[in-house]
């Protein structure tokens, strides 16, 4: 099952949780439509993920603040980072994959790897 996602819950459900996929949509976009029932499928087989969608009709400062600019657009959050982000609609079977490889990151290694590439703009 997936939820409404606000201005006003999403940095509290995207901190509180280990991992947030957050689908970026609008009533009137087609391929929006047709993606979640996918969505809401695999939403059901993580009941340990938070699966959130974001209205960007209702959500336009959210939207903007990840500058969203097609629609459906996928995005992971794991552990307040954003690991994934990506335009589209992605078949099921795809969506699972990329959960599965979302779930098994080593996310000492991502926070390291930050590190070291923030060091590096200092530079």
């Not at 999403?10 to 970026?24: A, H, I, K, R």
């Not at 609008?26 to 340990?48: G, I, L």
């Not at 930050?114 to 590096?120: L, N």
């Amino acid at each position: 099952m997936s939820m409404a996602l606000t201005a006003e819950n999403f940095g509290s459900t995207v901190e509180q949780n280990d991992m947030v996929l957050v689908d970026f949509w609008a009533p009137w976009c087609a391929p929006c439509r047709s993606f979640a029932p996918t969505f809401d499928k695999v939403a059901e087989k993580y009941p340990h993920v938070v699966f959130g969608k974001v209205n960007t009709d209702e959500e336009q400062e959210l939207a903007g603040a990840f500058q969203i600019r097609s629609i459906p657009t996928l995005m992971i959050f794991r552990q307040k980072i954003i690991i994934f982000s990506q335009p589209g609609v992605l078949p099921e079977s795809s969506l699972v994959e990329v959960v599965e490889k979302a779930l098994a990151l080593d996310m000492e290694q991502v926070k390291r790897e930050i590190a070291e590439q923030e060091g590096k703009a200092k530079e």
